[in-house]
């Protein structure tokens, strides 16, 4: 099993920045992809962004893209979220998600293991 425990939520103004920590811990071996969904209230959990272990190589959602940034650390299991010129549209919970059977997926279905949540605030 993997335990996922995400930091650096909070509030911030409209055109700010935020960045998401996620620290990995367990059996964090054989992962292939780690990433970041969002859920607001009333509506489903959508992709991010995701990044894979090994290559380092990234994806994003396009609501997203340019804006965005993810990065990971191996040596600390670590993955993060910079996230400049935020939108009021970008207020969520925001989950680090581990997947350790495919690369490059978008659907929260294909991941395995789930963080907590850390609650996203942008006002206007």
């Known amino acids: 099993q993997v335990q996922l425990v995400e930091s650096g939520g909070g509030l911030v103004q409209a055109g700010g920045s935020l960045r998401l920590s996620c620290a990995a811990s367990?059996?964090?071996?054989?992962?292939?992809?780690m990433g970041w969904f969002r859920q607001a209230p009333g509506k489903e959990r959508e992709f991010v962004a995701g990044i894979y272990w090994r290559g380092a190589r990234t994806f994003y959602a396009d609501s997203v893209k340019g804006r965005f940034t993810i990065s990971r650390d191996n040596a600390k299991n670590s993955v993060y979220l910079q996230m400049n010129s935020l939108k009021p549209e970008d207020t969520a919970v925001y989950y680090c998600?581990?997947?350790?059977?495919?690369?490059?997926?978008?659907?929260?279905?294909?991941?395995?293991?789930w963080g907590q949540g850390t609650q996203v605030t942008v006002s206007s």
């Open positions: 367990g059996r964090t071996f054989g992962i292939y992809t």
């Open positions: 998600a581990v997947d350790r059977d495919l690369l490059g997926a978008t659907s929260s279905l294909e991941y395995d293991y």
